[in-house]
């Protein structure tokens, strides 16, 4: 399974590159702004600092809501950078766009699936990805993790080769539950990752190894 982080923080990107286990990265409007990126310069400078300092694909999402503008958005964005994929939203002009992108050969990352149904057309269109939101789904008192396994059972039965990238993933179970079900991508914040190197009990044998390394 592969890790994204889900953050446009270049120093939390790096930290999760130098870990080792970083296949690529996931960022939206509302991360970009956290990190206080402004103005479509800026904006489209990060997107190729965040390329540099990783080596898998980064999402890059669209503002467009209409066919014309995404389709414009999308490819000014996809010629920044080979590693870029164009983030489109799970819209009725979305769609039209990630067909045309994918005929094109450009990458896409469909977003905001909340819905089996949503996810099926994402595939037929031709997502390389789709973007299930299981913790966004988990805080409207929705198992956000029975949408991954009822997609990953969907594409299976026709073969679809879109990946299931499961995004909102807000703890270390997400991410086990993910894995368990056969998610091909999770993302999340850099702390969800770390958390899954804890446990109680390495922290007290290795204290023990030690001490003992010592007598
Ligand atoms: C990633 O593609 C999504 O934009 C992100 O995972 C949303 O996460 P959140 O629900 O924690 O904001």
């Given at each position: 399974m592969k890790f994204f982080i889900d953050t446009a923080n270049l120093a939390q990107i790096k930290e999760a590159q130098d870990l080792g286990i970083l296949d690529g990265v996931t960022t939206n409007p509302s991360l970009m702004a956290k990190e206080g990126i402004k103005g479509e310069k800026n904006i489209l400078k990060h997107y190729v600092d965040i390329c540099k300092a990783v080596t898998g694909d980064v999402s890059a999402e669209v503002i467009a809501t209409d066919y014309a503008g995404i389709v414009k958005e999308g490819e000014r964005l996809a010629k920044l950078h080979k590693q870029i994929v164009v983030k489109v939203p799970m819209i009725k002009d979305g769609i039209k766009a990630i067909k045309y992108f994918s005929e094109k050969g450009i990458r896409t990352n469909c977003t905001l699936v909340f819905s089996a149904g949503q996810a099926l057309l994402a595939a037929k269109a031709g997502a390389t990805y789709v973007s299930p939101f299981v913790g966004r789904l988990d805080d409207v008192s929705t198992d956000g993790l029975q949408l991954i396994e009822d997609i990953r059972i969907i594409y299976d039965n026709f073969g679809?080769?879109?990946?299931?990238?499961?995004?909102?993933?807000?703890?270390?179970m997400h991410i086990i539950e993910c894995a368990t079900i056969g998610a091909d991508v999770v993302t999340c914040p850099l702390n969800v990752i770390l958390a899954l190197l804890k446990h109680p009990l390495t922290d007290i044998g290795l204290a023990q190894f030690l001490a003992d390394a010592k007598k």
């Open positions: 679809y080769e879109t990946q299931i990238l499961a995004a909102s993933v807000r703890h270390p």
